[in-house]
Every structure is written in C-alpha cells, then in structure tokens.
Nanobody, 120 residues
C-alpha cells in the first residue's frame, strides 16, 4: 500500500501564493503518476494537475499560467506551486497516487486533503 501526506494549505488573500507538498511512502512502484485534485463545497472532486515519473504533466485550463506541478522522484514527493490565487480556487486539495502513469485518471490512493482558502 501507498500512503500520502499533504501539507502547505492555508488562508491567503487573492493574488497570493501557496505551495502544497505531498509525500508518498510505502510500496511505491514505478512508473506512476502523482497529482492534485480539489473539491469545493457542493462540487465534485476535479483534477487540477498531474505528473508522471517521466516528467509528463497536465494542468487544467483554469490554472494554467498560475499553477505549476513538479516532482522529486528520489524523495517520492509532488508539489503544487499556486500563484495568483483567486477565491474560486478555494477548495480542499487532495494528493493522488496512481500506480499507472495516467495523467487524467486518479488512482485509488488519496491523501487526507488540505484546505486552501482564498479571501477576496
């Protein structure tokens, strides 16, 4: 099994920045994909960004130009740098690990979630 632990959420004003981190541990196979999803109140969980061990990444249109995803494969870490945050980015952000290197489909392993709140 794989365990995920997220950190880095918080409260920020519109236009500010946050950096989320996710550490994976356990039976980690490669190649794989790690990504970030978010769920706002009353909405479905949605993909934000994902990256394979090979460095191929995808970001949804709503965050392109503002968010950046990166990985440190040696440390089994994935990061989400979020700049120019807007109130509509407010959500619980979840880290996801997929034992298959699939960018747009989540795996079965989720972190506990970290709250990101952007005030106007």
């Amino acid at each position: 099994q794989v365990q995920l632990v997220e950190s880095g959420g918080g409260l920020v004003q519109a236009g500010g920045s946050l950096r989320l981190s996710c550490a994976a541990s356990g039976s980690i196979s490669s190649p794989n994909a790690m990504g970030w999803y978010r769920q706002a109140p009353g909405k479905q969980r949605e993909l934000v960004a994902s990256m394979t061990t090979g460095g191929i990444a995808t970001l949804v249109d709503a965050v392109k130009g503002r968010f950046t995803i990166s990985r440190d494969n040696a440390k089994n870490m994935v990061y989400l740098q979020m700049n120019s945050l807007q109130p509509e980015d407010t959500a619980v952000y979840y880290c996801n690990w997929n034992r298959r290197p699939m960018l747009r489909y989540p795996g079965d392993t989720w972190g506990q979630g970290t709250q990101v709140t952007v005030s106007s």
